[in-house]
């Protein structure tokens, strides 16, 4: 068990739906990463948040948006999806971020199945 | 950006033999290169990194070398055993993008028993 929680584990939605996805990060850790895993693209970095503030962005679909809470949890936003956004989607967090960003965790995964 | 190439996509061992993937990567600046371990229905996990001032580490049945010269990394497996059977991602990174990570594609590998 990494310490890093998501929900939901899996998702099932039509085209032209919203969802959203929700990670816990481990304790202490600051940062949180999301991350898109399609089969034929493998890990695909979307974005980054350290202690509430956006840090990095990746390739991130302007249909979707992410946001870090107080309490540091994190939530993913998923807009008018396509048949194209199914996919696993992870979540990670870290102590740190740069130079001391230390070891990733990752949680489990939310399978989206857009149908 | 960075751009990592992973090879192979997958790989079939007999329980016992040698694994071997590797990686390339296209920015000269990159200097952290870790590798994860997905089992079925798990997330990555981390298991050994090796950072540019250092040309091999190794960790029990693990070991991973780098070559900044012709910017390629492998990740070496011996002995190997039906647990080791999951799918295996290279990524690199950099100090001046904030040590985002950028993963291969990543490798199934299966140990036959």
């Known amino acids: 068990d990494s310490g890093v929680t998501q929900t939901p584990k899996h998702l099932i939605t039509a085209t032209g739906q919203r969802v959203t996805l929700r990670c816990s990060p481990r304790?202490?850790?600051?940062?949180v990463y999301w991350y898109q895993q399609s089969l034929d693209q493998g890990l695909q970095f979307l974005i980054q948040?350290?202690?509430?503030?956006?840090?990095a962005k990746g390739n991130i679909l302007e249909r979707f948006s992410a946001q870090q809470f107080p309490d540091l949890h994190s939530e993913l936003n998923l807009s008018s999806l396509e048949l194209g956004d199914s996919a696993l989607y992870f979540c990670?967090?870290?102590?740190?971020?740069?130079?001391?960003?230390?070891?990733?965790?990752f949680g489990e995964g939310s399978r989206l199945t857009v149908l | 950006g960075e751009n990592v190439e992973q090879h192979p996509s997958t790989l079939s061992v007999q329980e016992g033999d040698s694994a071997v993937i590797k990686c390339t990567y296209s920015?000269?600046?990159?200097?952290?290169f870790p590798w994860y371990k997905q089992e079925l229905g798990k997330g990555p996990q981390l298991i050994i990194d090796?950072?540019?001032?250092?040309g091999e580490k190794k960790d029990q049945r693990i070991a991973v070398t780098l070559n900044k010269t012709a910017k390629h990394f492998s990740l070496h497996i011996t002995e190997t055993q039906p647990e080791d059977s999951a799918v295996y991602f290279c990524?690199?990174?950099?100090?001046?993008?904030?040590?985002?990570?950028?993963f291969g594609a990543g490798t199934t590998v299966t140990v036959r028993a």
């Open positions: 990524a690199a990174s950099k100090r001046s993008n904030d040590y985002k990570l950028s």
């Open positions: 948040y350290y202690n509430g503030e956006e840090r």
């Open positions: 304790s202490g850790d600051l940062s």
């Open positions: 920015d000269s600046a990159s200097n952290y």
């Open positions: 090796i950072r540019s001032n250092v």
């Open positions: 990670a967090s870290s102590v740190g971020w740069g130079g001391n960003t230390g070891e990733l965790f």
